[in-house]
């Protein structure tokens, strides 16, 4: 299992806004809500949040071999009973490949860190698998480091989108304008931005 200092550290800040789209009095009435992670990558927010959220069935997902391993390893040694085992999923394919699930069948769909170490394509098919597989009202819940209408503050997130670029020119912090596009684009519109400790954001957008 892999544990990196930084998913360490925004577990708890995270999960404090998750719980208000996950936790107790979120959703009206009993039942189990679905939640889709795409970029898992270790497991460890899949297995702290599940843990957290009881209600949730978690299904972490992945790209990358390795990570799926780390995911499969979390859940077995944290025995969290409403984590899933990891499916292999390619967030910048047609929903249609996501695992079997079926349109309109998610009450949440979670995506930390991804978008600023992935392609462009990666969050377009993020927004597009959003528009079809959230039920109404659900909720896409992003976070990371992002620009805003076109502003990267402060100086270390302008260092850390140049080394970014410098590493892949298709990496990069995304624009809030640019998902807003893409959110509507899709059915959904950006409810609210939530910063966050070390200069990160939480974005929530709903299903319309």
Not at 124 to 141: S, Y
Not at 152 to 159: F, G, H, L, M
Not at 170 to 178: K, N
Request: aromatic residues 6%; proline residues 8%; hydrophobic residues 40%.
């Amino acid at each position: 299992m892999q544990a990196p200092p930084a998913a360490e550290r925004n577990k708890g800040p995270i999960l404090e806004v998750l719980r208000e789209y996950a936790g107790p009095g979120s959703h009206a009435g009993p039942g189990v809500l679905r939640v889709l992670e795409v970029g898992a990558g270790t497991g460890l927010h899949a297995a702290y949040f599940a843990r957290a959220l009881p209600r949730t069935r978690w299904q972490p997902s992945d790209i990358d071999p390795r990570a799926l391993r780390s995911i499969a390893a979390y859940v077995e040694a944290t025995q969290v009973p409403n984590v899933l085992p990891p499916i292999l999923l390619d967030v910048s394919q047609g929903w249609e490949t996501w695992g079997g699930t079926q349109p309109a069948t998610l009450d949440l769909l979670v995506s930390i860190n991804m978008m600023h170490i992935a392609e462009l394509r990666c969050t377009e098919g993020l927004f597009k698998g959003a528009g079809v597989l959230l039920k109404p009202g659900a909720v896409l819940f992003t976070y990371g480091p992002y620009a805003v209408d076109g502003h990267i503050s402060p100086q270390s997130n302008v260092d850390f989108d140049r080394s970014l670029r410098q590493s892949n020119p298709a990496w990069g912090l995304r624009d809030t304008a640019l998902l807003r596009q893409l959110a509507e684009a899709n059915g959904l519109r950006l409810e609210r931005m939530v910063d966050m400790p070390a200069n990160n954001k939480t974005l929530i957008f709903r299903k319309l």
